[in-house]
């Protein structure tokens, strides 16, 4: 009995050791640096007939839309389309359309795409008004964290979708993503995020679709 019961505590000190050594592995810098690294996904950029720019609450500097600025004048797109939303009651093209002129771009050039609706069923009906529009090649930007999800979205096409979407991940100066978890605006931003792949998984595995 004596013997057995050394031995029982034996198994759970080992046990307690490995716990120790995985969780310390685990939370180390170099671990916390690759979790974030598997969030990322990038496609080869090149010339498109339309720049598409998702709306990120936290992209309070418009590192997003000067991005797209940047690739409209590189010739990856003939125009600039974001989607819409209101910034102090003020349609945020009108916001887009102002910073676009001080950069030299028309007006005209930037549009607004309104669709309803979560994530999922936002980007399906982004995804439907763009096949309408007859455009064939997208760039789509969105923050460098949120790129794989996105990928994942955009990549879920129906067998007759004829549009060709080349994710564009933008690194943004709110997530720090190096030190994510020293930052508190980092942390919740990476958070939230496993939290919308997590129940894009989990949505695709019960058959429906994730309304947030």
Same mark, same amino acid.
């Given at each position: 009995m004596g013997n057995k019961g050394k031995t029982g505590c034996g198994c759970l000190l080992f046990i307690l050791v490995i716990c120790m050594v995985f969780t310390g592995a685990l939370i180390h810098p170099f671990s916390l640096k690759l979790i974030a690294k598997q969030l990322r996904h990038a496609d080869k950029v090149v010339p498109a007939d339309m720049i598409f720019v998702h709306r990120f609450a936290e992209d309070k500097n418009g590192e997003l839309y000067t991005d797209a600025f940047r690739e409209y004048w590189a010739g990856n797109g003939k125009t600039i389309y974001v989607e819409e939303d209101k910034i102090f009651g003020t349609s945020i093209q009108d916001v887009i359309a102002k910073m676009a002129k001080t950069?030299?771009?028309?007006?005209? #050039?930037?549009?607004?795409?309104?669709?309803?609706? /979560?994530?999922?069923?936002?980007?399906?009906?982004? =995804?439907?008004? #763009?096949?309408?529009?007859? $455009?064939?090649?997208?760039?789509? &930007?969105?923050?460098? %964290?949120?790129?794989?999800?996105?990928? &994942? &979205? +955009? /990549?879920?096409?129906?067998?007759?979708?004829?549009? &060709? $979407?080349? #994710? =564009?991940?933008?690194?943004?100066? +709110?997530?720090?993503?190096?030190? @994510? @978890?020293?930052?508190?605006?980092?942390?919740?931003?990476?958070? =939230?995020?496993? %939290?919308?792949?997590?129940? %894009? $998984?989990?949505?695709?595995?019960?058959?429906?679709?994730? =309304?947030?």
């Open positions: 950069r030299g771009i028309k007006e005209d #050039i930037v549009k607004t795409i309104d669709v309803p609706g /979560g994530e999922t069923v936002k980007v399906n009906n982004i =995804k439907e008004k #763009i096949r309408a529009m007859g $455009y064939k090649k997208v760039i789509v &930007l969105v923050p460098e %964290y949120a790129s794989k999800r996105f990928h &994942l &979205l +955009y /990549g879920a096409s129906q067998d007759n979708d004829k549009v &060709l $979407y080349i #994710i =564009k991940p933008v690194e943004v100066s +709110y997530f720090k993503k190096d030190a @994510w @978890w020293k930052d508190n605006t980092s942390r919740i931003v990476f958070l =939230k995020e496993i %939290y919308d792949t997590g129940s %894009y $998984y989990v949505s695709g595995l019960m058959g429906g679709e994730t =309304k947030k």
